[in-house]
């Protein structure tokens, strides 16, 4: 049985984190100050030590409340804090956002002063900005680990190649090498298996995925009848926004398939569908903490639970089948009969994993 205190190691480094991080972009957007403080307690009773934000979450209001609860819980050395950098918080100044060394020096400045810390456990890239060379991002990263105002540092959001190039010029030329890639996985979004599962294994680098139970769909309030959604609550109304991590509601038919089948699956193992969702993707290859939000204690109280959740093999098998990718053209070079063809027809695997 899994607990919060169960630490494990972020990527290749000595850093130890819990297996479920509380992601706490809800403090200040959905939960007030008093659930977000009571969310904060609970977390840290249970052995929590991995607290996630960023500086654009609630317009900084979600580094504030963390930093003053860690403050006032005299628990900065238990505390992991990470936080991202990468969007703008100046609209029209270009360099107050994206990713380079300008705006990396600008926004750690300011998580240091909401958070009130001197320095970051681990700080993370937001998201690719599609434009600085990944040379600059590096370097300057690097720069702030030598100077101890970062202890270790990650990416969340980008390409598998951008990942490769960033920890192979790490390890060329000397650098800190990324611990963590953050990336959303769940049940209706599994595209990091494609190529950044196996680009996480050969590198040394931890899987942290968000919304495990994405954005909401998967835990259950949601339903169609006659091709009208019915739910509610903060994420459903937002459904319609436009933002690509809130489509999943109408993205695609196959998610609905995928929701009617962990609804059943949880119906017969007495456990809900949050739950379910969540011990799957803890579950999965090369993830070693999963990120949970919660506007209310009782709602952490269920995600902390699918810790102790050792899904039965047949629904894990079911799950996995009725979530799977579709597959891609290169995908049949690496199915058995091309490897077959590649190998003369004899079963070849790895010596040393």
């Known amino acids: 049985m899994k607990q919060l205190n169960q630490y494990r190691t972020l990527g290749r480094t000595g850093l130890k984190v819990s297996p479920l991080g509380l992601g706490v972009m809800t ?7 008093e659930a977000a403080r009571m969310i904060f307690d609970r977390y840290r009773e249970q052995g929590g030590n991995f607290f996630d934000t960023a500086d654009m979450y609630a317009g900084g209001e979600s580094e504030r409340w963390l930093g003053e609860f860690i403050h006032e819980s005299g ?38 002063k909401r958070l009130k810390t001197d320095y970051i456990d681990v700080y ?7 434009i600085t060379p990944v040379e600059e991002v590096m370097a300057t990263l690097n720069d702030l680990v030598r100077a101890g105002k970062v202890r270790h540092i990650g990416l969340s959001d980008v390409p598998a190649w951008y990942a490769a190039r960033a920890q192979t010029l790490s390890e060329e030329r000397g650098y800190e090498r990324l611990a963590l890639l953050q990336l959303e996985y769940s049940l209706v979004s599994r595209n990091l298996e494609r190529e950044h599962i196996q680009l996480a294994v050969e590198m040394g680098i931890s899987i942290v995925p968000w919304s495990p139970l994405g954005s909401g769909f ?3 309030k949601y339903r169609r009848e006659g091709g009208t959604i019915i739910g509610s609550g ?9 933002n690509p991590t809130l489509e999943k509601f109408s993205k695609r038919e196959k998610n609905w398939e995928i929701l009617d089948a962990l609804v059943g699956a949880a119906k017969r193992i007495g456990r809900s569908p949050a739950e379910v969702a969540l011990a799957w993707v803890i579950g ?8 949970v939000g919660a506007t209310k204690k009782e709602q952490l109280d269920l995600n902390l639970s699918a810790l102790a959740l050792e899904l039965p093999f047949e629904v894990q098998k079911q799950l996995t089948e009725v979530s799977d990718l579709e597959s891609t053209e290169l995908d049949h070079f690496f199915e058995p009969t091309l490897q077959g063809m590649i190998h003369g027809g004899v079963t070849v695997q790895r010596g040393i994993e």
């Open 27 to 33: 403090y200040g957007w959905g939960a007030d100050k």
């Open 75 to 112: 628990t900065r050395d238990q505390a992991v804090i990470a936080t991202k950098f990468s969007f703008n918080a100046q609209p029209g100044n270009p360099n107050a956002g994206g990713n380079g060394r300008k705006n990396i020096l600008r926004a750690l400045e300011g998580s240091l």
């Open 124 to 130: 993370i890239l937001h998201a690719w900005d599609c």
């Open 218 to 220: 998967l835990t259950g």
């Open 234 to 242: 903060r994420v459903f109304d937002y459904k319609n926004s436009g």
């Open 284 to 291: 999965r290859p090369q993830v070693t903490s999963v990120l």
